[in-house]
């Protein structure tokens, strides 16, 4: 029985393998890579004329746009040259002579690349000059403050008609030529405190602020009516000098004095007002400093009638 079994399933196997297809074997031969492309059994569909337009198209479009004006048959034309422009000096004048950054100092140095120039203004801070720098000729405002200038020479601010501020605060000055300021047409702040002067010079009747405070004027440093023609002066401090007595006469003008810390030791009653002029009154003198002398303001009452506020300082 059971080798029955056996021989029908192995008559039923056979008759299944038998049932089924049979498929051609593919050969891959070799030889086949050396046929031309048109002799192939099954050719692709090739347009060469299209695949040809196509490549020129594709070229043709990423070649860069100055590439294809490099190549061109065209000759190139030259631009004519601008020509060059006559250099400024940063204040907005002519440099010719005096170089873009402003006139040559003694260091060899542009006066605008040793100093910081904006505009017309000039900054000479700390730089440790021994000398006022040579300036633009538009120069408005010139500091040169916490240096080691000793002198102010005659010409150093010569010609400079725009000048209307200077100011040398804390430098070594002990020497300041008679003409230094006075020739200035537009002078109106000048600060020289915190020095060694000894003697004011001349000063142009265009000041409106004076500042010479920390100096050593003494009893001679300033001479007689050395404010009064400065019609426009409205500032004006000498602390700290060793001053013996108050300048006079002072002008109208005058809205502050500041004498702290002299040696001024009385007052007269028309130093301020007018003793044969009860009438008068002096407005615009708000604001007078006499503390830390050795003088005794109630000793003279009447020497402030006149006067808006009374001055600062010691009443005992």
Not at 29 to 36: F, N
Not at 124 to 135: G, I, K, R, T, Y
Not at 137 to 149: A, C, E, L, P, Q
Not at 193 to 213: A, C, G, K, M, Y
Request: proline share 8%; glycine share 4%; hydrophobic share 35%.
């Amino acid at each position: 029985m059971q080798t029955f079994v056996n021989i029908f399933l192995g008559f039923f196997i056979f008759e299944y393998v038998g049932a089924a297809p049979i498929t051609d074997t593919v050969i891959y031969d070799s030889e086949l890579y050396d046929i031309p492309l048109g002799e192939l059994p099954h050719p692709f569909v090739y347009d060469e004329n299209e695949q040809s337009d196509q490549s020129e198209t594709e070229i043709a479009t990423a070649l860069p746009s100055i590439i294809q004006e490099s190549y061109s048959s065209a000759p190139l034309t030259e631009e004519p040259e601008e020509e060059a422009s006559t250099p400024k000096l940063i204040d907005g004048s002519s440099a010719q002579g005096s170089g873009v950054l402003g006139p040559q100092t003694q260091d060899g140095l542009p006066t605008c690349l040793l100093c910081t120039c904006l505009g017309t203004t000039v900054y000479c801070d700390d730089h440790e000059l021994d000398a006022v720098p040579p300036l633009p000729k538009k120069t408005t405002y010139f500091y040169s403050r916490y240096n080691r200038i000793r002198k102010i020479n005659r010409n150093d601010f010569a010609n400079l008609n725009n000048l209307k501020r200077i100011d040398l605060t804390a430098n070594f000055i002990s020497e300041i030529h008679e003409d230094a300021f006075r020739r200035l047409p537009q002078l109106e702040e000048l600060v020289l405190r915190d020095n060694r002067i000894r003697q004011l010079p001349e000063l142009p009747p265009t000041l409106t602020f004076i500042d010479v405070s920390k100096n050593r004027l003494g009893r001679k440093g300033i001479r007689n009516e050395a404010f009064k023609d400065l019609h426009e002066l409205q500032h004006l401090y000498i602390t700290d000098n060793n001053l013996d007595h108050i300048p006079l006469p002072l002008p109208e003008s005058l809205q502050a004095l500041h004498l702290q810390n002299n040696n001024i030791q009385e007052m007269h009653e028309d130093t301020f007002c007018k003793m044969k002029d009860f009438t008068y009154v002096r407005r615009a003198l708000e604001d007078i400093r006499l503390d830390g002398n050795p003088i005794n303001l109630s000793k003279t009452p009447y020497a402030y009638m006149c006067l808006p506020r009374l001055p600062v300082g010691s009443l005992i």
